[in-house]
């Protein structure tokens, strides 16, 4: 019965709606579908949403990395509000995430008229974008590194130093090479968020059309609009890339199993 009701669970709310989608998108052919990624707008929110998460998930990666390391493998002042502050994005609404945005940089910010008479725009524009992303995909990697690093403890860096590698050659190739897949993990699932964000962007993009418009406020702005086929073509795509990474994790998962069972009867 339990496993009925869960089955039952996941094919009202998760596989249905899904379905629908690519229903909706196809509803009128295959010309249709196609056609609504050839507008200016729609390439325009596609290479957007690539753009805030190419630059995000990868300075995501560098603070992940070294955050994990600071706080797995020493002891310091502040350990744990760092702990505190990297769990923050998860405890705040992405929409008030990107009000903090505004309220720094937007025009009647604290530091406005200094960006305005420097000609500097980032609010509605695109390193506003790229500033409320960073901040609500950052705890995705750290939280993935840091409960392993914590797990796998120091021992390995210690004798490491002790036969003579400096910071880096540890780091490189005893600390990486341990993390390696978690690492990777954490990327897939910041990069989803990333690609998926609409809250935080909403607030800082302006909405304007072909040019501060990621992919899911373009899908929004479709559908009220009443364009269903092409906002359905858009969700689609941003459908297909969740397909894609749940394939992507469902592999790391198997790799980093793999290699902790390896590692823990060797």
Known sequence: MLIGITLL???LFLFLP???VFVEAFRKGTEMFFA???EADALSAIKLTFIAAGISVPLNMVFGLAASWCIAKFNFPGKSLLLSFIDLPFAVSPVISGLVYVLLFGAQGWFGPWLREHDIKIIF???????????????FIARELIPLMQAQGS?????AVSLGANGWQTFWRVTLPNVKWALLYGVILCNARAMGEFGA???VSGHIRGETNTLPLHVEILYNEYNFVAAFACASL??????VTLALKAIVESKFST????????
């Open 155 to 159: 021992e390995e860096e210690q004798a």
């Open 18 to 20: 899904l379905v629908a």
């Open 238 to 243: 941003l459908a297909l890339l969740a397909l």
């Open 9 to 11: 669970f996941l094919v």
């Open 259 to 266: 290699s902790q069972s390896a590692a823990e009867n060797p």
């Open 36 to 38: 609504a990624f050839k």
């Open 201 to 203: 962007v909403s607030v």
């Open 125 to 139: 524009a695109v390193p506003g974008i790229v500033l409320a992303t960073i901040f609500v995909t950052f705890p």
